[in-house]
């Protein structure tokens, strides 16, 4: 089945400091990827839909200006966490769909990055 | 967009049947359903997806009254490696949604 990847794995930063997060779809073109959050014990929360070539749509409550995503080419979609805070501490995973598979209409999630803000 | 509704957790032991029913009243015509299983610290696995009636796939069934109100997910033959949870979705055919997903059900198999 098809791949999507996510890097780094886990990070770890200091508070106000800005860290990128990078999904990529491995074996499928993707124009629309999902970028979800999930905190302990808790379901995932989507944050916002990256459309290749054009700005991201964000959920109520998610500030653009501190997830900023970046949707460069059909296979990467990028979300920086800007001045991060320790509440930014969660797991982030993208997920995308292959749209060129009719047959089907699976999401692939990535393995998720867990990032915690010291 | 169909709201979900499935049972918090539920608790199970080696090879026994599990069924997880969740709700979907408001499903639309165009809707699809769809399952997914989460281990801790992953990203979710597709594990099933149906219209109508019975979908059945080398991992689950997935059983779904005329109605379309509610659907079951059944595990065959649980193991200790099953211990996850599982999230019950519905989707539209365009295939372009977000999935909003629920509380899920979380299964905790036992020995």
């Known amino acids: 089945g098809a791949v999507v990847s996510q890097h780094p794995s886990w990070v770890i930063c200091k508070s106000g400091t800005s860290v990128k997060i990078e999904c990529r779809s491995l074996?499928?073109?993707?124009?629309?990827m999902f970028w979800y959050r999930q905190f302990p014990k808790q379901s995932l929360m989507l944050m916002a839909t990256?459309?290749?070539?054009?700005?991201?749509?964000?959920e109520q409550g998610v500030e653009k200006d501190k997830f900023l995503i970046n949707h460069a080419s059909l296979t990467l979609s990028t979300l920086t966490v800007t001045s991060a805070h320790p509440e930014d501490s969660s797991f982030y995973i993208c997920?995308?769909?292959?749209?060129?598979?009719?047959?089907?209409?699976?999401?692939?999630f990535g393995p998720g990055t867990r990032l915690t803000v010291t | 967009l169909a709201k979900t509704t499935q049972p918090i957790s539920m608790d199970s032991y080696e090879g026994q049947e599990v069924n997880i029913t969740c709700s979907h009243n408001?499903?639309?015509?165009?809707?699809?359903i769809t399952w997914y299983q989460q281990f801790p610290s992953q990203g979710p696995r597709f594990i099933i997806q149906?219209?109508?009636t019975k979908v059945t796939n080398e991992v689950a069934s997935l059983f779904i009254p005329a109605d379309r109100k509610s659907s079951t997910l059944s595990l065959p033959r649980v193991s200790l490696s099953d211990t996850a949870v599982y999230y019950c979705?519905?989707?539209?055919?365009?295939?372009?949604?977000?999935?909003?997903f629920g509380s899920g059900t979380r299964l905790q198999v036992q020995p």
């Open positions: 979705l519905v989707d539209d055919d365009t295939g372009r949604r977000a999935l909003t």
């Open positions: 408001n499903i639309a015509t165009n809707d699809y």
């Open positions: 074996d499928f073109q993707a124009t629309t």
């Open positions: 990256s459309n290749e070539g054009s700005k991201a749509t964000y």
């Open positions: 149906g219209y109508k």
């Open positions: 997920s995308a769909r292959n749209f060129l598979d009719r047959e089907s209409y699976e999401q692939y």
